[in-house]
């Protein structure tokens, strides 16, 4: 469709051919696109965006306290992440949390924070496993012979 269109646009629409597509309109022509309506909304931290703030108000939206609290910990993991990757240093709990409620507008409940605060629920560190070291005892006697020995 768009070969034909540009051939009568070429040939100033007074080409005469038999096109499986009907000719273009002339008007249509010159005619700009509309203007794109970009949000003129201003964000709290940029760092976060725009995507945060809607799952923060998401998450605050969740009517079971239990929802509400996974949805929270999982939108501050998150942060955290976000935070970690526009900014050398680490963020502590409190932090995101106040970010949360900034964002949101309005105090997280007691219960949400004393539950985080009490499980320890946004720590990132994973716990070391005990002994685990399969890659190195997997040699079986064998000799790593893809290495050259230098004298």
Request: a positive charge; proline letters at 4%.
């Amino acid at each position: 469709n768009k070969l034909w269109d540009d051939l009568y646009i070429m040939s100033g629409f007074e080409i005469d051919v038999e096109s499986p597509f009907p000719m273009p309109a002339k008007d249509k022509l010159g005619k700009k696109p509309k203007m794109l309506q970009y949000s003129t909304h201003r964000l709290h931290f940029k760092h976060y965006g725009r995507n945060i703030e809607l799952l923060v108000e998401k998450a605050l939206e969740e009517e079971a306290i239990d929802d509400q609290l996974g949805a929270v910990v999982y939108v501050a993991k998150l942060m955290k992440g976000f935070y970690a990757s526009w900014n050398k240093d680490n963020i502590d709990d409190e932090t995101v949390l106040g970010h949360i409620e900034k964002i949101a507008g309005k105090p997280l409940s007691p219960d949400i924070r004393e539950r985080i605060a009490q499980d320890k629920l946004l720590d990132t560190q994973k716990e070391r496993g005990k002994g685990h070291h399969n890659n190195r005892n997997n040699k079986g006697g064998r000799k790593n012979d893809n290495r050259k020995r230098r004298n």
